[in-house]
Nanobody, 127 residues
Framework: QGQLVESGGGLVRPGESLRLSCAGA????????IGWFRQAPGKAREGVGC????????YYADSAKGRFTISRDSAKNTVYLQMNNLEPTDTADYYC????????????????????WGQGTQVTVSS
């Protein structure tokens, strides 16, 4: 059975950047829309952004707009979440997930829309 493997998390200072990776193991990610989500301690899992499978359409939550970018590298079977100008409020566990329908829009950026999930990678933003 295929799985997703996130990596790239860590401890950074406010204003710094991180790039998270979501690699498919036994899953060809080009056949899926990919969503990025995060969950802070004591809070519900929330959508950060997504990339569709059909035309590479992206959508970002308001908290991510202008700072985060999602991209695909088909040759590496990997989807990236580039996060710039990080803030302490970005501290959370970050997860990627697949959407076999391939959509990417505000209405579908909810956990129940997604199928396979990775194990998560922790991001801490602190001075």
């Amino acid at each position: 059975q295929g799985q997703l493997v996130e990596s790239g998390g860590g401890l950074v200072r406010p204003g710094e950047s991180l790039r998270l990776s979501c690699a498919g193991a036994g899953l060809a990610l080009d056949f899926y829309g990919i969503g990025w989500f995060r969950q802070a301690p004591g809070k519900a899992r929330e959508g950060v952004g997504c990339i569709g499978k059909h035309d590479g359409t992206t959508y970002y939550a308001d908290s991510a707009k202008g700072r985060f970018t999602i991209s695909r590298d088909s040759a590496k079977n990997t989807v990236y979440l580039q996060m710039n100008n990080l803030e302490p409020t970005d501290t959370a566990d970050y997860y990627c997930a697949t959407d076999r329908k391939g959509d990417c829009m505000k209405a579908t950026l909810v956990p129940m829309w997604y199928d396979y999930w990775g194990q998560g990678t922790q991001v801490t933003v602190s001075s």
